[in-house]
């Protein structure tokens, strides 16, 4: 059990389909090897499919919870997290969509009291949509990372964001280039996505990162930080999940635009 306060990571998008939560997981994975206690927390209320990707079985999400909370049958925090090893849990997210318009964004204030002092950190992967949930995860933050890829429309709605970031005074977000989301997008290089969408980018994960066989992880249930080939063969991409994990952790403060 950490035996100070989680940090607390919010990984979003500001459309889908840049690879946000194939990201949590990879940072996921480096936390684990680091010996980190981690719990992801699925906020995708529409498609969240953390717990599938993984293969974990489970009885209880986040639902769940919303309804133990207000019936007061709430016991252990524990009960409604999954194990996926021992180092990685996860809170899932809704089994049945339909119910999203019940849960508001007070359930993650409980959520984050209750997992604070078990976790070293917090993984919240959340829809590109503004819902008041999300929301809330943007305050309740002790940092944003930001997917994008290499793409005019996914620049342009980030160009929009970072303005309303601004306007929000926010300043504890970062953003990752996922070059390995589609490799075959290259139309600009980071000095001229730093013009269209006036904001520095943090980190850029390589576009040989690309995994031809994913659906094979996928099926399997892997992480592919965890795998030992992958963590040989992809020395460059580790390098850079790494360094966000170092910097998450505050344990050094190196170049991050490697």
């Known amino acids: 059990m950490a035996l100070n306060k989680a940090k607390t990571i919010l990984v979003t998008s500001v459309s889908g389909g840049v690879g946000k939560t194939t990201t949590v997981l990879n940072l996921a994975g480096i936390l684990s090897n680091l010996g980190k206690k981690t719990l992801i927390l699925d906020l995708d209320f529409s498609s969240g499919d953390i717990a599938a990707m993984l293969n974990i079985k489970y009885d209880k999400d986040i639902y769940s919870l919303y309804e133990d909370l207000n019936n007061k049958k709430f016991t252990n925090f524990e009960d409604y997290v999954a194990k996926y090893d021992e180092n990685i849990s996860v809170l899932p997210s809704l089994k049945d969509p339909r119910f ?49 890829n ?60 690309y995994q031809k066989n994913i659906d094979k ?25 790494n ?12 170049d991050k635009n490697v």
């Not at 993650?108 to 503004?130: F, G, N, P, Q, T």
């Not at 360094?243 to 190196?254: F, H, N, R, T």
Request: charged share 25%; proline share 1%.
């Open 100 to 148: 999203a318009h019940k849960i508001g964004g007070k359930i993650l204030e409980v959520i984050l009291y209750k997992a604070r002092l078990k976790y070293d950190v917090i993984l919240m992967d959340s829809s590109h949509v503004l819902t008041n949930v999300n929301l809330f995860a943007l305050d309740y933050s002790d940092e944003i990372l930001y997917i994008i």
């Open 150 to 209: 290499n793409s005019s429309m996914n620049l342009k709605n980030m160009k929009t964001f970072v303005s309303i970031l601004n306007n929000m005074e926010k300043t504890n977000y970062k953003i990752i280039l996922n070059n390995s989301n589609d490799r075959n997008k290259d139309y600009y290089d980071k000095f001229d996505i730093k013009n269209i969408i006036n904001k520095n980018i943090n980190y850029v994960i390589p576009s040989n990162f």
């Open 217 to 241: 992880y996928i099926i399997e249930g892997k992480i592919l930080t965890l795998d030992k080939n992958i963590l040989k063969k992809q020395k460059r991409a580790i390098k850079i999940f």
């Open 243 to 254: 360094l966000i994990v170092s910097d998450i952790l505050e344990e050094s403060k190196g």
